[in-house]
């Protein structure tokens, strides 16, 4: 075991240095998806017959192989970090839109109207209220986003070493080292699990409002569910009493 | 249109329909890994998101082995299983299994807990046992949700299953790799299009296991 962090010379650099260059790898692609998936969100949200083709399209670009993304990158931009950061980033903002979306969507509608009432403008309304209230939304895709493209970019080490820790995995092949290997699957799994515990902090700094023991599951369409209180009730009062039935 | 081009190339190939090596056989190779991956990860996901969901408790627990699941790499999975096991099929198993047991269990235990509690408790008024209730009751409600996360499993199984190719093994994975280091970008193209072929075909599928499976009471737009 005091080989682990004995780094081969060949991949000219420290372990450390393997770790802050697999995070950077890692992390932009996910902050370029994340500023690109905001606007293209709020479209969704603005003109819903734009979320079906918008889904079809990222559903599409999510099946294609990591792998084949980058052989195909490298016609373009050559065996660079870049190559493997650009599929990263498409992933993120797969992962992100429908997140974003359901995370707006899900902001009630009295809500909305009682931010108009107080005067906010589209811009105000959207930045105060409606991002705020999303954050959780978002925050669980970005979780998602994030440890996966963690341990994408180990595929990197197939186009040239470009895959940070991955890149161990070639060497402990070549040099029959198989703690190479397993440091990198566990120094990847270690920083994929502190990048998520990082995010789940920021999610609870960014939302006191929201009670200490939510759930902690993953993202999905069962997370965000309106509560149906109030219009709930009021709709049953005016269909009768069978709707007063229903809405318990 | 320099992509197109090299699509319309390989697959006008006619050698590249023939045997070993031929899509054909690629294709039944790549389905076979990945039919087999997901009927593990179903059979080790389902039941515990079903149980857990139904009884509402080890949420918790839960989110923590699907973080935990996601977390693991799958390529250097992959490699490590590789170097420790040597060539077969276990090596290529236990990362796309480990990739997609997270969202089916994680989206079943939602599906179960999102379920309306009134319909439930109508069901233990009416006598129902709990394994009715769970069956008859809970499972077909929850059944959109559940096919969803089984969905994104397939697809996300598809698309890696590319990887087993750098382990020596077969499937589509072997014109990405085969044609990354022959310099082949044709083969590579011709690869990735297969494969994304076989996930939007895969996506239909669960269309319509969805459309055959699920009442029509529950299916309602949403």
């Given at each position: 075991?005091?080989?682990?962090?004995?780094?081969?010379?060949?991949?000219?650099?420290?372990?450390?240095?393997?770790?802050?260059?697999?995070?950077?790898?890692?992390?932009?692609?996910?902050?370029?998806?994340?500023?690109?998936?905001?606007?293209?969100?709020?479209?969704?949200?603005?003109?819903?017959?734009?979320?079906?083709?918008?889904?079809?399209?990222?559903?599409?670009?999510?099946?294609?192989?990591?792998?084949?993304?980058?052989?195909?990158?490298?016609?373009?931009?050559?065996?660079?970090?870049?190559?493997?950061?650009?599929?990263?980033?498409?992933?993120?903002?797969?992962?992100?839109?429908?997140?974003?979306?359901?995370?707006?969507?899900?902001?009630?509608?009295?809500?909305?109207?009682?931010?108009?009432?107080?005067?906010?403008?589209?811009?105000?309304?959207?930045l105060q209220v409606q991002l705020p209230i999303a954050v959780p939304a978002i925050i669980a895709g970005?979780?998602?986003?994030?440890?996966?493209?963690?341990?994408?970019?180990?595929?990197?080490?197939?186009?040239?070493?470009?895959?940070?820790?991955?890149?161990?995995?070639?060497?402990?092949?070549?040099?029959?080292?198989?703690?190479?290997?397993?440091?990198?699957?566990?120094?990847?799994?270690?920083?994929?699990?502190?990048?998520?515990?990082?995010?789940?902090?920021?999610?609870?700094?960014?939302?006191?409002?929201?009670?200490?023991?939510?759930?902690?599951?993953?993202?999905?369409?069962?997370?965000?569910?309106?509560?149906?209180?109030?219009?709930?009730?009021?709709?049953?009062?005016?269909?009768?009493?069978?709707?007063?039935?229903?809405?318990? | 249109?320099?992509?197109?081009?090299?699509?319309?190339?390989?697959?006008?190939?006619?050698?590249?329909?023939?045997?070993?090596?031929?899509?054909?056989?690629?294709?039944?190779?790549?389905?076979?890994?990945?039919?087999?991956?997901?009927?593990?990860?179903?059979?080790?996901?389902?039941?515990?998101?079903?149980?857990?969901?139904?009884?509402?408790?080890?949420?918790?627990a839960l989110a923590l082995i699907a973080t935990a699941g996601r977390a693991l790499p799958s390529f250097?999975?992959?490699?490590?299983?590789?170097?420790?096991?040597?060539?077969?099929?276990?090596?290529?198993?236990?990362?796309?299994?480990?990739?997609?047991?997270?969202?089916?269990?994680?989206?079943?235990?939602?599906?179960?807990?999102?379920?309306?509690?009134?319909?439930?408790?109508?069901?233990?008024?009416?006598?129902?046992?709990?394994?009715?209730?769970?069956?008859?009751?809970?499972?077909?409600?929850?059944?959109?949700?559940?096919?969803?996360?089984?969905?994104?499993?397939?697809?996300?199984?598809?698309?890696?299953?590319?990887?087993?190719?750098?382990?020596?093994?077969?499937?589509?994975?072997?014109?990405?790799?085969d044609g990354l280091y022959q310099l082949d970008y044709e083969k590579v193209v011709g690869g990735a299009?297969?494969?994304?072929?076989?996930?939007?075909?895969?996506?239909?599928?669960?269309?319509?296991?969805?459309?055959?499976?699920?009442?029509?009471?529950?299916?309602?737009?949403?």
């Amino acid at each position: 075991m005091n080989r682990f962090f004995d780094i081969p010379s060949d991949l000219q650099h420290s372990w450390l240095g393997l770790v802050g260059l697999h995070l950077r790898e890692a992390l932009l692609p996910v902050l370029a998806g994340l500023v690109a998936a905001l606007p293209i969100a709020q479209l969704c949200v603005r003109f819903r017959w734009l979320y079906a083709p918008v889904l079809g399209v990222t559903t599409v670009l999510y099946a294609i192989p990591s792998l084949a993304f980058f052989v195909v990158l490298i016609d373009y931009t050559g065996q660079t970090e870049l190559t493997v950061m650009i599929p990263l980033a498409v992933y993120s903002l797969v992962v992100l839109v429908p997140a974003i979306v359901d995370g707006v969507r899900s902001v009630p509608q009295e809500t909305l109207a009682a931010a108009t009432a107080m005067g906010l403008g589209p811009v105000r309304r959207y930045l105060q209220v409606q991002l705020p209230i999303a954050v959780p939304a978002i925050i669980a895709g970005l979780r998602v986003a994030t440890v996966s493209s963690i341990s994408l970019v180990s595929v990197g080490m197939l186009i040239g070493n470009q895959g940070a820790l991955g890149n161990l995995l070639q060497d402990a092949n070549s040099y029959h080292r198989p703690e190479l290997a397993v440091n990198s699957v566990v120094t990847t799994a270690a920083l994929a699990i502190l990048a998520d515990a990082a995010l789940v902090g920021v999610r609870i700094l960014l939302t006191p409002w929201m009670p200490r023991a939510a759930r902690r599951g993953g993202p999905g369409p069962a997370e965000e569910r309106p509560e149906p209180s109030v219009p709930a009730l009021e709709g049953a009062l005016e269909d009768g009493p069978q709707a007063l039935e229903d809405a318990r | 249109m320099n992509v197109l081009h090299f699509v319309n190339a390989f697959f006008s190939d006619g050698s590249h329909w023939h045997g070993y090596d031929g899509i054909p056989a690629r294709l039944a190779e790549h389905i076979r890994y990945s039919l087999l991956a997901l009927g593990l990860a179903a059979v080790v996901g389902l039941p515990v998101g079903l149980l857990t969901g139904h009884y509402g408790r080890g949420g918790n627990a839960l989110a923590l082995i699907a973080t935990a699941g996601r977390a693991l790499p799958s390529f250097g999975l992959l490699v490590l299983m590789f170097i420790l096991l040597g060539f077969g099929m276990v090596p290529v198993m236990v990362p796309l299994v480990v990739l997609a047991v997270p969202p089916i269990l994680v989206t079943t235990y939602e599906a179960m807990r999102s379920v309306d509690p009134s319909p439930v408790d109508a069901a233990r008024g009416m006598g129902m046992g709990e394994s009715r209730v769970l069956f008859q009751v809970e499972l077909p409600v929850a059944l959109p949700l559940i096919l969803s996360g089984l969905r994104s499993a397939a697809i996300q199984i598809i698309s890696t299953a590319t990887i087993a190719a750098y382990v020596s093994l077969g499937g589509l994975g072997r014109y990405i790799v085969d044609g990354l280091y022959q310099l082949d970008y044709e083969k590579v193209v011709g690869g990735a299009t297969l494969v994304a072929v076989l996930a939007l075909v895969t996506l239909g599928v669960f269309w319509a296991a969805g459309r055959f499976a699920v009442s029509p009471g529950v299916r309602r737009g949403g």
